[in-house]
């Protein structure tokens, strides 16, 4: 078996900030395990692509486990029920995301039994499956990333199938302050992440795996040293990096780990990589293995405005509120709520907004951001200094401003990871990141409604192309007739003129 255990240096990675940490709190005890909430809030859009389709009815008894919205197009994910009970209502609710703040739900009311549906048949060993067979059954479990991207994991995997691979790399590094859900996820399931790992490699048809983990996290790097060790599987390597924000991002980690560097507007997979949080591995072991789709998952509860900053396994769908309460509810410090971490998180006004499967972090914050009034640019440079992917903040802001989409475009607004290490140095506190969000929203909008306006235009070209051919038809249909009776005599004419009237009398009450 392999024990790798190197600690890399940062080569000639670019910029970053040294953040404190701020997980203390959360880490101090085991992941508590909350109890099933009286209402699930399942959004049926909890992953990148088109939403899922709801597949039950208002009134419907549903178990646990049980599919409820399937995936509907070329990039989504289904859906299943979290827990037993009727469904409610199928409804807008709110919700945290990036475009808009509700959205549709299915509104389960548990009824405390838990009652699993129960599979046909046990899962087959994953190995007897071929790798595309496998890469479909990760799609039907609903599983997608983890570590905050949401990609639904079997299209991803099916895309990546189709280059060259040669590294799979499982992130386990969590360097955003408080988010301390992956390290508590590696402590405690390190078999599970590995069993995951192994059945990505077959996924993928790769035999290197690195796990890659914080160098500052001595109990996750035990953990998973040990299951590696009772696994002995000398494909999967353990790698340690220093800890700095944001080394934790998929194009940062590639070239942390393999010294490639992932060409602008690319993949980690044009250098042969392909990188799944541990907790997405996770999730694969527990449908692939157990049979459980992805249903709940472990989230850090944190933060000056908590009571007692913990983690905890919660169900999808249920509601923050819940969450909050069973980690002793507020603290008198209570003034933000952010959904995700500080640097990339999304304040939320409710807590009636429910977790799902992006939901890495409720974080309970005793200030409000942005600290000081917004001033004019000095220029003195300090956002480029620290942007991880080398932009100009300051000339993206610009062009943010003026709602310049060539100029966004050519400085490579699509390749900022919205870390906000601009927006932590930036003496002006400007609003750089959210600025930049905002202008990828708008952007998305607009090549959206470009996608729908030409979706409508091909159906209806294609409809007007169908009614001139099937008129062409009859009218060559016609000229045949009336050749065959000028032939055939009066009567037959007579006779083929009122059959043909009918015929397309009956054809245009069709339409
Ligand atoms: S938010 Fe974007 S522009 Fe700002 S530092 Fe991060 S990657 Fe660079
Ligand atoms: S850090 Fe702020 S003030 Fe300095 S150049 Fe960047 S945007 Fe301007």
């Given amino acids: 078996m392999s024990s790798g255990a190197a600690t890399y240096d940062l080569g000639n990675l670019h910029g970053g900030l040294r953040l404190d940490d701020e997980k203390a709190a959360s880490t101090a005890i085991a992941v508590q395990v909350l109890p099933i909430p009286q209402q699930l809030i399942l959004p049926i859009q909890q992953h990148v692509g088109e939403p899922a389709h709801p597949i039950v ?3 419907e008894h ?7 919205a399937q995936a509907d197009g070329s990039l989504s994910a289904p859906v299943h029920a979290s827990s037993s009970g ?15 703040d509700s959205a549709p739900c299915i509104v389960i009311e548990c009824d405390g039994e838990d009652q699993s549906i129960v599979p046909v048949d046990a899962p087959a060993p994953f190995n007897t499956l071929t790798p595309d067979a496998l890469r479909q059954q990760i799609l039907a479990g609903g599983i997608v990333g983890l570590g905050g991207a949401v990609f639904p994991t079997g299209q991803k995997l099916m895309q990546a199938a189709t280059m060259p691979l040669e590294y799979l790399i499982l992130n386990g590094v969590e360097c955003e302050p408080y988010i301390s859900c992956d390290d508590l996820l590696m402590r405690e399931q390190a078999a599970e992440v590995l069993g995951g790992a192994q059945i990505l490699m077959h996924a993928l048809n790769v035999t290197s795996c690195f796990v890659v983990i914080e160098s500052d996290k001595p109990e996750a790097i035990a953990a998973i040293g040990e299951a590696m060790a009772t696994l002995d599987d000398a494909r999967i390597t353990l790698k340690q990096i220093p800890t700095i924000y944001p080394s934790g991002g998929e194009d940062q980690l590639v070239q942390l780990v ?6 602008s507007g690319g993949l980690p997979t044009d250098v042969g990589c392909v990188v799944q949080n541990v907790g997405t591995a996770a999730a694969i072991y527990r449908w692939i293995c157990e049979g459980e789709p992805l249903i709940s998952r472990i989230t850090t509860v944190s933060g000056p405005g908590v009571a007692t900053p913990m983690n905890v396994v919660a169900r999808i769908g249920t509601t923050v509120g819940d969450i909050i309460a069973s980690a002793g509810g507020y603290t ?3 003034e933000q709520l952010i959904i995700g971490g500080p640097m990339c998180g999304k304040s939320v006004t409710t807590d009636d907004v429910p977790l799902v499967k992006a939901t890495n972090c409720i974080l309970v914050l005793n200030q409000t951001r942005p600290i000081g009034a917004e001033q004019p640019c000095i220029r003195c440079g300090e956002c480029a200094t620290v942007c991880p992917i080398q932009l100009l903040p300051q000339q993206l802001f610009w062009h943010a401003s003026a709602d310049n989409e060539n100029k966004l475009r050519a400085h490579g607004l699509t390749d900022c990871i919205e870390c906000g290490c601009c927006d932590l140095v930036c003496p002006s506190h400007i609003p750089l990141t959210a600025s930049f969000r905002n202008a990828k929203a708008r952007i998305q909008e607009l090549a959206d409604e470009k996608a729908r306006a030409e979706r409508a235009r091909i159906r209806f070209e294609s409809r007007n192309e169908r009614i001139e051919n099937e008129k062409r038809q009859r009218e060559a249909e016609l000229a045949e007739q009336k050749q065959s009776a000028l032939s055939a005599g009066p009567a037959a004419i007579t006779d083929i003129l009122e059959r043909q009237k009918r015929k397309h009398d009956d054809q245009d009450g069709d339409e």
Avoid at 62 to 68: E, H, M, P, W
């Fill in 57 to 59: 009815g208002i009134g």
């Fill in 62 to 68: 549903v178990l646990k486990g049980q599919l409820i």
């Fill in 86 to 100: 009727k469904v409610l209502a199928i409804e807008p609710w709110p919700v945290s995301r990036r475009r808009g």
């Fill in 258 to 263: 393999t010294n490639r560097e992932v060409p």
């Fill in 332 to 334: 008198d410090q209570a």
